[in-house]
């Protein structure tokens, strides 16, 4: 089969590999579609822990077409998708359900083989059943709605919430529909591509903030802003020093900032603790997508969350190499890589 191999930081190619063959409890998936994430391009460029040589890829979805001995619950055929990080369910945090800060976590696609890949396998604890009928490349939206799905449980948005989000790429896009629907009033976008905020504002965004044209923290919190005051919540969505900084400094007083976006492992960024301090402020990481992915599964197969206009361009694995060792093309959302795509 052919796999896309991050072979050493900086180094990834397509190579011809056995096809993978499933344990007693594992599934082999043929590969539908996989999401170029952030995340891809940190580990080309060892900004973010794996252990190469790898096959990257973690937001994939596919049909199981072998399925191990002790596998119960799946068929042969049925349309899958996958959540990439196992969780040993020995460790203190895994014994106190914060699975996704598990001790001994790995991950397909970081430390084992993942979907940039015509098959993958994975245990059947991580798979969670598709319709038949969704589109197949909807599937690959699944684990970012995932991890957007924790940073919004973290955050308590209430109905009549009003909330920014720092960052207009898939995560930020997929945190706008989520804050929608859990009954935010106000729903600010903030991002320096026009064709992202006018995407954002035809899925949820009340308002959309350019900040290359304004002052982002005075157009939202200052006394004649968006939100006066500052918001009620505040996603960072984005992952770059600039936006984390803004944040806190959006939030108001009593406020919630949730830290969805990857930065580069290293970046360092600059905040006042004495603001925090007397504004009471709740700074809060959202790491990975503990329970949440079979809600995102739903959520995706319902058609609650739109994914299509997401979708910038369809790419094979052929083309996947140069993809991820290079930045996202301007206006470019989600690329998918899709096995065989001519």
Do not use: W
Request: glycine share 12%; charged share 20%; proline share 7%.
């Amino acid at each position: 089969m052919k796999a896309v191999r991050l072979e050493a930081v900086g180094s990834i190619a397509l190579r011809e590999l056995a096809k993978p063959s499933p344990g007693p409890d594992d599934l082999l998936v043929r590969i539908e579609a996989c999401g170029v994430c952030g995340t891809d391009r940190h580990l080309f460029h060892g900004e973010f822990p794996c252990k190469p040589p790898v096959t990257p890829g973690h937001e994939f979805s596919g049909i199981i077409e072998a399925v191990g001995s002790s596998v119960c619950g799946f068929s042969i055929g049925d349309r899958v998708t996958g959540d990439p990080n196992i969780a040993c369910g020995r460790c203190s945090h895994c014994h106190a359900g914060r699975v996704n800060l598990c001790s001994n976590l790995t991950a397909i696609g970081i430390h084992r083989d993942g979907g940039f890949a015509d098959y993958v396998v994975m245990p059947q604890k991580q798979a969670f059943i598709l319709p038949a009928s969704l589109k197949p490349t909807h599937g690959a939206f699944c684990e970012p709605l995932a991890c957007c799905l924790h940073g919004v449980d973290l955050a308590g948005i209430k109905p009549g919430s009003s909330v920014v989000v720092l960052g207009g790429g898939v995560i930020g896009l997929l945190t706008v529909q989520l804050a929608r629907l859990a009954g935010a009033t106000t729903i600010i976008l903030s991002t320096r591509q026009a064709s992202r905020r006018d995407l954002a504002r035809e899925l949820g965004a009340t308002v959309t903030v350019d900040p290359t044209a304004t002052n982002v923290i005075d157009a939202i919190a200052a006394p004649a802003g968006l939100a006066p005051g500052g918001a009620d919540v505040v996603f960072e969505c984005a992952g770059v020093r600039e936006t984390v900084e803004q944040s806190m400094r959006i939030a108001r007083a009593g406020g919630t900032v949730v830290i969805v976006g990857v930065t580069p492992q290293g970046m360092k960024a600059e905040f006042e603790p004495f603001d925090l301090l007397f504004r009471e402020l709740k700074v809060l990481g959202s790491f990975l997508n503990p329970y949440t992915h079979g809600r995102a599964a739903e959520l995706i197969a319902s058609g609650a969350i739109e994914v299509d206009r997401l979708i910038s361009r369809q790419v094979a694995l052929e083309e996947a190499p140069a993809v991820i060792a290079n930045p996202p093309a301007p206006g470019e959302v989600k690329v998918l890589v899709v096995p065989g795509h001519a």
